[in-house]
Nanobody, 123 residues
């Protein structure tokens, strides 16, 4: 059974950094395109970043560009999202998701999802 598990969330002050990780069991993450999404209370789930399986091309939402970095750690079968210069508006539950093929922005295009990890940016 294919499973994704996020970790690394927590409470951080504005301007701080946090790294969230997505670990896979039952499959090799490098074979899949991985998207990081977030959902704040009362808002729709949105994609913040994605890394393509075939080309390694990365995508970032405008709101996180220059602050977040997505990367693969194939030795650990994980995909990480390094988040720097965090703002209160980054507060959300962060989810990783996997799909075959290219990066897509739509939630429905992803086949496998983790349970999410809470990131709270507050002083």
């Amino acid at each position: 059974q294919l499973q994704l598990v996020e970790s690394g969330g927590g409470l951080v002050q504005p301007g701080g950094s946090l790294r969230v990780s997505c670990a896979a069991s039952g499959f090799t993450l490098d074979d899949y395109t991985i998207g990081w999404f977030r959902q704040a209370p009362g808002k729709e789930r949105e994609r913040v970043s994605c890394i393509s399986s075939s080309t390694g091309i990365t995508y970032y939402a405008d709101s996180v560009k220059g602050r977040f970095t997505i990367s693969r750690d194939n030795a650990r079968n994980t995909v990480n999202l390094q988040m720097n210069s965090l703002k209160p508006e980054d507060t959300a539950v962060y989810y990783c998701a996997a799909r075959r093929g290219s990066c897509q922005i739509e939630v429905a295009k992803y086949d496998y999802w983790g349970q999410g990890t809470q990131v709270t940016v507050s002083s």
